[in-house]
């Protein structure tokens, strides 16, 4: 169909009026239809040694890669309905699957709550936050912080999962395509923004 892929960054958006202009690295582009994808980043601890592991047992996506931790033990950091679901996910896979939650109950709904909670091959641990990640190659363990009495502890894991949310990536279109307060880009039930002609797909709305 004449697909032309550009590997490039996009430096800015224009869509105050056909065509609308998309620059390129210095290069514009001309469209009369636009379709934002640009997705969403997954938040992450900034917790020490966490950059150095990524991709070497710590993840963001349970079901991209649970298989990787068959008959493992797995940590995952989070309260809400995401967190319950893929904790719940990795149990298919782990061994033994540790919820480490900052505080001393989840956000998640009661239906997901109960799944996990039900679930024999799922622990909690409340009130803590990882302070660290510990391994060379490959994730060997966390260090926890008990934010009650500020007790360090080593919980040994062959991965960790992050479930703590997501930040869009719609800094682009601030100030021209509506977006809720979270900076997702708000949309109809056709996948239409406020301006005629640009659309929005994914994780950015």
Do not use: C
């Given at each position: 169909f004449g697909l032309r892929v550009q590997d490039?960054?996009?430096?800015?958006?224009?869509?105050?009026?056909?065509?609308?202009?998309?620059?390129?690295?210095?290069?514009?582009f001309l469209a009369e239809s636009l379709i934002i994808c640009t997705g969403a980043?997954?938040?992450?601890?900034?917790?020490?040694?966490?950059?150095?592991?990524?991709?070497?047992?710590?993840?963001t996506c349970a079901t991209c890669d649970g298989a990787f931790f068959r008959n493992k033990t797995v940590c995952i950091v989070g309260g809400g309905d995401?967190?319950?679901e893929e904790a719940t996910y990795l149990t298919h896979h782990a061994s033994k699957v540790s919820v480490i939650h900052r505080r001393n109950e989840l956000r998640a709904s009661k239906i997901?709550?109960?799944?996990?909670?039900?679930?024999?091959?799922?622990?909690?641990?409340?009130?803590?936050?990882?302070?660290?990640?510990?391994g060379n190659k490959l994730v060997e363990g966390v260090r926890l912080l008990?934010?009650?009495?500020?007790?360090?502890?080593?919980?040994?894991?062959?991965?960790?999962?992050?479930?703590?949310?997501?930040?869009?990536?719609?800094?682009?279109?601030?100030?021209?395509?509506h977006l809720n307060d979270e900076g997702y880009i708000r949309v109809t039930e056709n996948q239409e923004t406020n301006i005629n002609g640009v659309f929005a797909a994914g994780d950015c709305h």
């Open positions: 490039k960054n996009v430096e800015r958006v224009d869509t105050s009026e056909r065509p609308f202009k998309v620059y390129v690295e210095g290069e514009e980043e997954a938040i992450w601890l900034n917790a020490e040694n966490e950059d150095a592991q990524k991709g070497r047992g710590i993840s995401s967190s319950m997901m709550q109960q799944r996990a909670f039900d679930n024999p091959k799922i622990e909690f641990v409340w009130d803590t936050t990882i302070t660290e990640v510990i008990n934010k009650n009495n500020d007790m360090e502890s080593v919980l040994p894991v062959d991965g960790m999962f992050l479930a703590i949310g997501h930040i869009p990536n719609t800094d682009l279109f601030e100030g021209h395509i």
